[in-house]
Every structure is written in structure tokens, then in C-alpha cells.
């Protein structure tokens, strides 16, 4: 029989992420929680120790088959692991989920998950900004055309660029440990919240249900939240799709950019491409951008999940609703293999990207002497000029220029300038020649490139 196959499964991501989010680790940590209330039950005085010595025992042996089995019989995928698990341990079973509710299982294991998951897409972004360093050493002083509105502007150099990229990495770097430190789970409550049922179950004991609480969350190193519902804030899960759409933004700025920079047009940096890659089915010639598009295509994906967990947030009624549970099954996990693939895409590119330095000089005799127009305007107004008169004569030399580089022919721009009556009478030629040479036109660009590869560095060294 066939079956759908989602690409998340075997196509993209890691396979590491996808051991994260798999149904065998989800339910390994709802054993482990089990686990752990049973241990805290037990200092209570409530279960002997041999009951909760089965279930350790056995915690590890997931039957996936079997809690299939019985969960197509009775609709409810933690009462089939709990019958599982159970028929596993002919002592402990009886014990096993004695006083929780399905989400004092399933929400504290989402966010062990979070956490594995957010700590494994650290490390990814560690090693692209390592990545991101080493290229913007190599490139710091390669002089090229810088460009807004998709138009030649003034230079830049390569490593500024892509200190630029390397900069939005490290905010999100920073910003993912936070939200990582910041994650609490649900903690033991019960039904609404109220840790009704295991105030229940403590009357007779020294323990209270705050203590128990502590007790368990103590074993899995998780911080509750003092306030839930049946569940913990959905909002959380909101904060965390949006640090991983803000992640998923700078990819695709970054993936976007170097699709423009190889493009014929540009031809001033590529990709990567095996010896044996095949660019396009139809046309053997091509050297498509293929990994740069598929990190743009997962952000596009990545940016759109943060509204469902934003609906699933605003939208969960009183102490709770259901009409949350089906999607998180697919937006959380999903989101951050898609994350993981585009973080190791990307560095894969950066490692290997190729730099054409010829194509950046050529874009920059073709294009400089525009900018470096600029730079003569100042010269002139500090000579006593007139600023707007100066600014008049430029454009038009400019223009027509423009119209000569447009024909294919050699930019005549410095020698206009040069020819100038007006620009002579408050500048020297070889003033006016040495100021055309846009190479030199790039500010601080150099060193506050070097500066950020520094900066980079110290933030990795000492992990935050």
C-alpha cells in the first residue's frame, strides 16, 4: 500500500533534528515524565519503590507498534501509551499517570523538545557564523559595487557585505539563547491547572502539591510556569516560531542577495557545484542557484507558521480547547528541521563559495566612476564651489555617461569630469583624476568588517 511521505521525514533537515522530533523520542519523554512523577509519588509515601523500579526498567522500550494498535481501538494516543507501557510492567503499570492529566505529560515533553531542538540549532548557527567569519576575513578589502534599488550605488567591499548578513546572525544567536533559557513547561496541575487531583492524592502525606511539582520538574530540569491551564501559554509556543522566523529572514536575505550576485548580470559570486551536479534537466549549461532558492523556499515556510501559533494562542478558550493539538503536531517540528536544513545549507555555501574578483573589478570600472561623483561633489563645495551648481553639472556628465556605458562603449565619466571648465577653476586634473578612483571610496567598510569578525569570535568563545 502506499502512503504520503512528507519530505521533513527524509528530504530536509538532519538526522540528528529529525531523531528530535521523531514519535520514539516524543515518547521516551512522556516515560520519562511518568518516571519521574512516580519517584516524586514515592517520596510521598504514596507507591513502593519496587512499583516505580518496573517502570524505570522498562522505560526505553517503545512499542510504537503496539500503542498504534491500541490507539486505533480507543482514539487516544497517550491512554495507548499509558496501556503500552503498562502491559510492559506487570508491577508498575497500575501507577502508571495516577493523578496527571494528558497535557502534565505531553506539554512538559514539547519543551524538552524545544530545548534539544533550539540547542541543536545553536550549534548549526555557531558553525555558519564561524562560517560567515572566516569569509569576511578573506574578503574584508575586495573593493566591489554596492547597489540599492538593484542600481549601482557606491563600493563596498565583499567582507562588509557580508558582515551585514553575519551581523543579523548574531543578534538571532543571542536572541535563540535567551529563548532557550527562557523555556518553562507546564509543571504537574492537573485537569485545569489547579493540581486539584494530586491535592487529592497528598491528603494523607507530609508532601504538598507544590512540593511534588518540584520534585518532578527538579528531575527533568525544567522550570514551570506558576499559571497554566490544562496547558502551558500557547503563547510561548508563538515566541518561539517567530525567533525562528526572524532566523529564517536572514537566510533568505543572505540566499536571496547571492542569487542576484550570480546572475549573469552580476556573475560576482556563486554557489557551490559539484563536479557531477546536474543544473537543469532541458539545458546542460546551467549552474542554477538550486541550494540559495531552496533556503529562500523553507523561510517562506518557516515565516508562515508563526500565525497559526499565534491563532493557537489567542484562540485556546477558557482553560482550554482541542483545535490546537493538530497543527502543533506539524508547525513546531517542522519549523525547526527546516531551520536545521537551511543553517547547514547555508554553511555549506559560505564554505564553498566562489568569488569571482574579476567580475568584481569589472562591475567596478563600469559603475565606480558614478560614485566616486559624489566624492568629487564634497571636494569641490570644500574648494568654495557651489554645491547645488556642482551637483547640476555631475548629473549631466552623469547622464550622458550613462548613455555611452548603456551602448557597451568605454564610461567617459572621468574624463568629462576632467574636461570641465568649472570643476578646473577650484581643482587640479590630476586632483579630479585621483578623486574618479572609486576603489579608494569605501569609508570604514574595511575595519568595521575586521571588527565584526572580532566580535563573532568572542560571542562563540564564550557560548552567549
Same mark, same amino acid.
Not at 110 to 125: I, K, N, S
Given at each position: 500500500?502506499?502512503?504520503?511521505?512528507?519530505?521533513?521525514?527524509?528530504?530536509?533537515?538532519?538526522?540528528?533534528?529529525?531523531?528530535?522530533?521523531?514519535?520514539?523520542?516524543?515518547?521516551?519523554?512522556?516515560?520519562?515524565?511518568?518516571?519521574?512523577?512516580?519517584?516524586?509519588?514515592?517520596?510521598?509515601? #504514596?507507591?513502593?519503590?519496587? *512499583?516505580?523500579?518496573? =517502570?524505570? @526498567?522498562? +522505560?526505553?522500550? &517503545?512499542?510504537?507498534? $503496539?500503542? %498504534?494498535?491500541?490507539?486505533?481501538?480507543?482514539?487516544?494516543?497517550?491512554?495507548?501509551?499509558?496501556?503500552?507501557?503498562?502491559?510492559?510492567?506487570?508491577?508498575?503499570?497500575?501507577?502508571?499517570?495516577?493523578?496527571?492529566?494528558?497535557?502534565?505529560?505531553?506539554?512538559?515533553?514539547?519543551?524538552?523538545?524545544?530545548?534539544?531542538?533550539?540547542? #541543536?540549532?545553536?550549534?548549526? *548557527?555557531?558553525?555558519? =557564523?564561524? @562560517?560567515? +567569519?572566516?569569509? &569576511?576575513?578573506?574578503? $574584508?578589502? %575586495?573593493?566591489?559595487?554596492?547597489?540599492?534599488?538593484?542600481?549601482?550605488?557606491?563600493?563596498?567591499?565583499?567582507?562588509?557585505?557580508?558582515?551585514?548578513?553575519?551581523?543579523?546572525?548574531?543578534?538571532?544567536?543571542?536572541?535563540?539563547?535567551?529563548?532557550?533559557?527562557?523555556?518553562?513547561?507546564?509543571?504537574?496541575?492537573?485537569?485545569?491547572?489547579?493540581?486539584?487531583?494530586?491535592?487529592?492524592?497528598?491528603?494523607?502525606?507530609?508532601?504538598?502539591?507544590?512540593?511534588?511539582?518540584?520534585?518532578?520538574?527538579?528531575?527533568?530540569?525544567?522550570?514551570?510556569?506558576?499559571?497554566?491551564?490544562?496547558?502551558?501559554?500557547?503563547?510561548?509556543?508563538?515566541?518561539?516560531?517567530?525567533?525562528?522566523?526572524?532566523?529564517?529572514?536572514?537566510?533568505?536575505?543572505?540566499?536571496?542577495?547571492?542569487?542576484?550576485?550570480?546572475?549573469?548580470?552580476?556573475?560576482?559570486?556563486?554557489?557551490?557545484?559539484?563536479?557531477?551536479?546536474?543544473?537543469?534537466?532541458?539545458?546542460?549549461?546551467?549552474?542554477?542557484?538550486?541550494?540559495?532558492?531552496?533556503?529562500?523556499?523553507?523561510?517562506?515556510?518557516?515565516?508562515?507558521?508563526?500565525?497559526?501559533?499565534?491563532?493557537?494562542?489567542?484562540?485556546?478558550?477558557?482553560?482550554?480547547?482541542?483545535?490546537?493539538?493538530?497543527?502543533?503536531?506539524?508547525?513546531?517540528?517542522?519549523?525547526?528541521?527546516?531551520?536545521?536544513?537551511?543553517?547547514?545549507?547555508?554553511?555549506?555555501?559560505?564554505?564553498?563559495?566562489?568569488?569571482?574578483?574579476?567580475?568584481?573589478?569589472?562591475?567596478?570600472?563600469?559603475?565606480?566612476?558614478?560614485?566616486?561623483?559624489?566624492?568629487?561633489?564634497?571636494?569641490?563645495?570644500?574648494?568654495?564651489?557651489?554645491?547645488?551648481?556642482?551637483?547640476?553639472?555631475?548629473?549631466?556628465?552623469?547622464?550622458?555617461?550613462?548613455?555611452?556605458?548603456?551602448?557597451?562603449?568605454?564610461?567617459?565619466?572621468?574624463?568629462?569630469?576632467?574636461?570641465?571648465?568649472?570643476?578646473?577653476?577650484?581643482?587640479?586634473?590630476?586632483?579630479?583624476?585621483?578623486?574618479?578612483?572609486?576603489?579608494?571610496?569605501?569609508?570604514?567598510?574595511?575595519?568595521?568588517?575586521?571588527?565584526?569578525?572580532?566580535?563573532?569570535?568572542?560571542?562563540?568563545?564564550?557560548?552567549?
Amino acid at each position: 500500500m502506499f502512503s504520503y511521505t512528507s519530505p521533513f521525514s527524509n528530504r530536509y533537515g538532519s538526522p540528528e533534528m529529525r531523531a528530535l522530533w521523531s514519535e520514539e523520542h516524543r515518547r521516551k519523554l512522556w516515560r520519562r515524565i511518568w518516571v519521574a512523577l512516580a519517584e516524586a509519588q514515592q517520596h510521598a509515601g #504514596l507507591v513502593k519503590p519496587e *512499583l516505580v523500579a518496573d =517502570l524505570r @526498567a522498562h +522505560a526505553d522500550q &517503545i512499542d510504537l507498534k $503496539r500503542a %498504534l494498535e491500541i490507539e486505533n481501538e480507543i482514539g487516544h494516543d497517550v491512554m495507548a501509551e499509558v496501556k503500552t507501557y503498562g502491559e510492559q510492567c506487570a508491577r508498575g503499570g497500575v501507577i502508571i499517570h495516577w493523578g496527571a492529566t494528558s497535557a502534565d505529560i505531553t506539554d512538559n515533553a514539547d519543551v524538552l523538545r524545544q530545548r534539544e531542538a533550539l540547542a #541543536l540549532t545553536l550549534d548549526r *548557527l555557531a558553525k555558519l =557564523l564561524s @562560517a560567515f +567569519a572566516a569569509r &569576511i576575513e578573506a574578503t $574584508r578589502d %575586495l573593493v566591489c559595487m554596492a547597489y540599492t534599488h538593484l542600481q549601482p550605488a557606491e563600493p563596498t567591499t565583499f567582507g562588509y557585505r557580508f558582515a551585514l548578513y553575519a551581523q543579523d546572525l548574531l543578534t538571532h544567536y543571542g536572541a535563540l539563547i535567551q529563548l532557550r533559557d527562557s523555556l518553562r513547561g507546564k509543571g504537574i496541575k492537573g485537569a485545569v491547572g489547579t493540581q486539584a487531583s494530586f491535592a487529592e492524592i497528598l491528603i494523607d502525606t507530609k508532601m504538598t502539591p507544590a512540593q511534588m511539582e518540584s520534585i518532578v520538574m527538579r528531575s527533568l530540569a525544567l522550570e514551570p510556569f506558576s499559571i497554566t491551564t490544562q496547558t502551558y501559554p500557547r503563547v510561548q509556543d508563538y515566541s518561539i516560531l517567530t525567533t525562528l522566523g526572524a532566523v529564517a529572514a536572514s537566510l533568505h536575505t543572505f540566499a536571496f542577495d547571492l542569487r542576484i550576485m550570480q546572475s549573469s548580470g552580476f556573475g560576482e559570486a556563486a554557489e557551490p557545484f559539484g563536479e557531477k551536479q546536474v543544473g537543469s534537466s532541458a539545458m546542460p549549461f546551467k549552474r542554477n542557484p538550486v541550494n540559495a532558492e531552496k533556503i529562500c523556499s523553507l523561510a517562506r515556510y518557516v515565516a508562515a507558521t508563526p500565525m497559526i501559533a499565534w491563532e493557537n494562542a489567542a484562540e485556546s478558550l477558557l482553560e482550554r480547547t482541542l483545535d490546537d493539538s493538530a497543527n502543533r503536531r506539524t508547525i513546531m517540528p517542522e519549523s525547526f528541521i527546516a531551520i536545521d536544513e537551511m543553517l547547514i545549507t547555508a554553511t555549506r555555501i559560505v564554505e564553498g563559495l566562489r568569488v569571482d574578483e574579476i567580475a568584481c573589478a569589472r562591475n567596478l570600472e563600469k559603475y565606480g566612476a558614478f560614485a566616486a561623483t559624489e566624492r568629487v561633489m564634497m571636494a569641490l563645495v570644500r574648494a568654495g564651489a557651489d554645491r547645488q551648481k556642482m551637483h547640476e553639472r555631475l548629473r549631466t556628465h552623469s547622464l550622458k555617461a550613462w548613455e555611452a556605458v548603456n551602448a557597451n562603449h568605454p564610461n567617459p565619466l572621468a574624463d568629462l569630469i576632467v574636461g570641465d571648465q568649472q570643476f578646473l577653476f577650484y581643482l587640479q586634473p590630476n586632483r579630479l583624476r585621483e578623486l574618479m578612483n572609486a576603489r579608494d571610496y569605501v569609508g570604514t567598510a574595511k575595519e568595521r568588517a575586521g571588527e565584526m569578525v572580532k566580535e563573532i569570535r568572542k560571542r562563540l568563545d564564550v557560548g552567549e
